[in-house]
């Protein structure tokens, strides 16, 4: 029932692994996103995609990689990971690319030892 | 640059005492002004989206307002249930895609 459904929730790890966040959204939904909120709270997109093409790259260290498979699908995969990268990533989905609401899963709090 | 001020960034009130919270906003041409709110360990979720200057829309205990410049959560009778962070954000014309640009919120809490 779920709209938008990020795995896993928590995740711990050392720094300079590599891991990977999954999202998916049963909305139906041409868009697709990723943010970053930080300690402070504060929200900043990282990257969209639509209909599978990337349309928002931020200015993101190229360790961090977006996946799309298909429309309902976005992963994200971070290389090499640094003790800044410690925050809770937000994967998010709107209905175009146009001034729709995005709606946004849970979030999946990361934290690097 | 698109900026999104919200103020005050933490608010105490009352059961029942109506206040409003404040999104000031620069923006080169506004095409949505968003709220949303978030609770703790949770995703934002979705309250109005105002397009244009004048415009209110309102969802029970909320409602909310836009000018040229800013915009107002106006919170009539909170409720303990009403506590939570309130994020206003904005999109402009110019910027590709559909990017959102948040403030960083106003943590209210209500008290019974």
């Known amino acids: 029932d779920t709209a938008v459904s990020q795995t896993p929730k928590y995740l711990v790890t050392q720094m300079g692994n590599d891991k990977s966040i999954k999202c998916e959204q049963n909305?139906?939904?041409?868009?697709m996103y990723w943010y970053k909120q930080d300690s402070k709270k504060f929200l900043k997109i990282m990257f969209s995609?639509?209909?599978?093409?990337?349309?928002i790259n931020e200015t993101v260290p190229n360790r961090f990689s977006p996946k799309s498979p298909d429309k309902a699908h976005l992963n994200l995969h971070i290389n090499s990971l640094e003790l800044g990268d410690s925050a809770v990533y937000f994967c998010?989905?709107?209905?175009?690319?146009?001034?729709?609401?995005?709606?946004f899963g849970d979030g999946t709090r990361l934290s690097i030892l | 640059e698109d900026q999104v001020t919200q103020s005050p960034e933490a608010l105490r009130l009352q059961e029942g005492e109506s206040s409003s919270l404040n999104c000031s906003y620069t923006?080169?041409?506004?095409?949505?002004l968003f709220w949303y709110r978030q609770d703790p360990g949770k995703g934002p979720e979705f309250l109005f989206t105002?397009?244009?200057a004048g415009e209110e829309k309102e969802k029970e205990r909320l409602k909310a307002t836009l000018t040229k410049k800013e915009s107002f959560l106006h919170i009539t009778a909170p409720k303990p249930e009403d506590s939570a962070t309130y994020l206003c954000?904005?999109?402009?014309?110019?910027?590709?895609?559909?990017?959102?640009?948040f403030g960083e919120g106003t943590q209210l809490t209500v008290n019974p």
């Open positions: 954000a904005v999109q402009a014309y110019e910027t590709s895609g559909s990017r959102l640009t």
């Open positions: 923006v080169s041409g506004l095409r949505g």
């Open positions: 909305l139906g939904h041409d868009t």
């Open positions: 998010a989905s709107s209905q175009d690319y146009g001034n729709q609401p995005q709606h």
């Open positions: 105002l397009y244009s």
């Open positions: 995609y639509n209909n599978k093409e990337l349309i």
